[in-house]
């Protein structure tokens, strides 16, 4: 099932003044979206929000896109018959938006190969830990059950693996002795509201540059 709370077609969403199109992905609470769409709606990020797709019916990232007048486009899982099906789906809305940047912001699921080769180092993820370690779900629990003293977040570009892309940017914190996996994911998402937003600004102004598994900050 598709929704948009667009009157037009979806072409018609037109971005002026050299500004990168920005297609926001997002399964939950949207804090880093909105993190990023801050930036955008002050000028900081060169760039337009021009589309929040998401997975999940009744998510609260859709109510921000809402607030904020971004459109939304649904595409929900649970109303495919297979995965397959549902990866088709979101590869046509996403294309539909012909997206400069796709920003992963807590979407939940493994994106298709197909969807990561067509808009190959167009996609950033935010991984809430210092990478490659503790990749997958729940890496704030894995810190803490390692023991590890200083954690922190990632940002990369998407590849065809699970958290594997190359780095653009990371943030680190320290890990207390009292922490629980609540504490220090509060300390992590404040920097990863600080790091996400910073690493889109750096692309829309074409200052990313991916060599092989190394992406330069020109
Ligand atoms: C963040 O911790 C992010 O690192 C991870 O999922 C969480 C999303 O939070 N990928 P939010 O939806 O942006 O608030």
Known sequence: MRRNNTAGPLEDTVTVDGKKRIVVLASGRGSNFQAILDEVLTGSIRGTCIRLISDVAGCYALERAKSSRVPVTLVDYHSFPSKDAYEK????????????????????????????????????????????????????????????????????????????????????????????????????????HRCYPLAVKLFCEDHLKIEGRVVRVR
């Open 89 to 192: 789906a979101l590869l046509f809305a996403m294309k539909e938006c012909s997206p400069d940047l796709v920003v992963l912001a807590g979407y939940m699921r493994i994106l298709g190969k197909d969807i990561v080769r067509s808009f190959h180092g167009k996609i950033m993820n935010i991984h809430p830990a210092l990478l490659p370690s503790f990749p997958g779900l729940h890496a704030q629990r894995q810190a803490i059950s390692y023991g590890v003293k200083v954690a922190g977040c990632t940002v990369h570009f998407v590849d065809e693996m699970m958290d594997t892309g190359p780095v653009i940017l990371q943030k680190c914190v320290p890990v207390l002795p009292d922490d629980d996996e609540d504490s220090l994911s509060e300390r992590i998402l404040h920097e990863e």
